[in-house]
């Protein structure tokens, strides 16, 4: 994977803190000086899940899976739905 340096301190030590699907953009938390650089272009879609349908950025749910009589309750165990900008759906 491609080093995405801070564009504030020019720090390599950036995490994912979130993205966007549409347009497609990624944001990257600098762990040296909390600057959150935005980052476009193709390297985006090699940093965050893709869908494996069409390839597109795909938004991530957690959602509680029901427990047997239909009724979700808080501390039930969470899947993770991603949804794709062309409403592709994927179960992680
Ligand atoms: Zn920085
Ligand atoms: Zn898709």
Same mark, same amino acid.
């Given at each position: 994977? @491609? #080093?995405?340096?801070?564009?504030?301190?020019?720090? #390599?030590?950036?995490? &994912?803190?979130?993205?966007?699907? *549409?347009? #497609?953009?990624?944001? /990257? #938390?600098? +762990?040296?000086?909390?600057?959150? !650089?935005?980052?476009?272009?193709?390297?985006v879609r090699r940093m %965050?899940?893709?869908?494996? !349908?069409?390839?597109? /950025? %795909?938004? /991530?749910?957690? %959602?509680? &899976?029901? +427990? *047997? @009589?239909?009724? &979700?309750? +808080?501390? @039930?165990?969470? %899947?993770?739905? +991603? !949804?794709c900008e062309d409403g592709h759906v994927v179960w /992680?």
């Open positions: 994977m @491609d #080093e995405c340096p801070c564009g504030n301190c020019g720090s #390599e030590r950036t995490r &994912v803190s979130g993205w966007s699907v *549409s347009p #497609e953009m990624v944001y /990257l #938390e600098c +762990a040296d000086c909390g600057h959150i !650089t935005a980052v476009i272009g193709p390297s %965050v899940p893709t869908c494996p !349908t069409c390839g597109k /950025l %795909v938004r /991530l749910e957690l %959602v509680r &899976v029901p +427990a *047997s @009589d239909g009724f &979700v309750r +808080a501390g @039930d165990p969470c %899947v993770r739905r +991603a !949804t /992680l």
